[in-house]
């Protein structure tokens, strides 16, 4: 199967020699500068690897796969302790773009009130107590029940990094929903996942050990890890999230499948990139 399938024949965008030459000078920049804040490692509650790196790859991600541009203003669903804050805070334009991050873990959203916002004025951080049974068990937010608390057409692009990996079928259907409203025509979301396209390729020598023990849950189209907490990581049948996307009314635009399933690629997590429709298209 192609690693990358496109979906529509929207212009891509595409960034000239020396736009690419500035964007990979920027991510260096940004995983290089020990000005930038960076939590305690005992404070990072979600994710594994190096905190400004991971950040950079992904600021590259936005910009090559989904066209962000640093006018737009940005909503970070799951946004945790400002992983894909921190090098935005060097890409969006502080008089022209807004940066929204929210999550229910209300320590990582102090820790980015009390070290981002001060600087960056343009960006803000609210908790949002929905409840998950694996980050916030006890929140008074059934995830069905979720509204975003944003006004309409308020974004130009929302990221959902690592968030599809822990929320139940339902609850994808809600996220699509609310963030198809809060999104402006052309509006991009930006959504990673665990996407399932054959059982048999968990049992294949390529694939991530870590989830080689998902199971599929009868009549469901979502996998657990066995014996773990059933949101610890979340799988998906191919075309489950597609569908969700095309139910609220998105075009999906890419999907690309990463390394955990044993291809090459040049991210880990699988990519779905959806777009709201202009109104004159």
């Not at 595409?14 to 490692?41: M, S, T, Y």
């Not at 944003?150 to 959902?160: R, S, V």
């Not at 690629?265 to 777009?275: G, N, V």
Request: net charge negative.
């Amino acid at each position: 199967m192609s690693q990358v399938l496109a979906f529509s024949n929207h212009d891509e965008p595409v960034l000239e020699a020396k736009g690419e030459q500035h964007l990979d000078w920027l991510c260096q920049q940004i995983i290089a500068n020990r000005f930038l804040p960076v939590p305690p490692e005992e404070a990072v509650f979600v994710g594994d690897g190096d905190y400004r790196a991971i950040g950079a790859e992904f600021l590259g991600h936005f910009v090559r796969r989904a066209g962000l541009m640093p006018d737009h203003d940005v909503l970070d669903i799951g946004c945790g302790i400002g992983r894909m804050a921190v090098p935005l805070t060097q890409y969006l334009d502080a008089d022209k773009a807004i940066y929204e991050g929210i999550d229910p873990v209300a320590n990582g959203i102090e820790w980015c009130k009390r070290t981002i916002s001060p600087v960056y004025s343009n960006f803000g951080f609210q908790v949002q107590d929905v409840k998950n049974a694996l980050y916030n068990p006890e929140g008074s937010i059934g995830g069905r029940g979720m509204r975003l608390p944003f006004q309409d057409g308020a974004f130009d692009f929302t990221a959902m990094i690592s968030v599809a990996t822990h929320l139940p079928p339902e609850e994808i259907e809600t996220y699509c929903a609310e963030v198809f409203r809060v999104l402006r025509p052309g509006g991009k979301l930006f959504l990673t996942a665990f996407v399932i396209r054959d059982p048999e390729e968990l049992s294949k020598p390529g694939c991530d050990p870590r989830l080689t023990s998902l199971e599929k849950l009868e009549n469901q189209p979502c996998w657990h890890l066995k014996g773990e907490n059933p949101m610890a990581a979340v799988g998906f049948d191919d075309g489950f999230i597609d569908g969700a996307m095309r139910a609220a009314g998105f075009s999906l635009m890419t999907k690309s499948f990463g390394t955990w399933h044993g291809d090459q690629s040049d991210h880990y997590q699988d990519f779905l990139i959806a777009e709201k429709p202009r109104r004159n298209a």
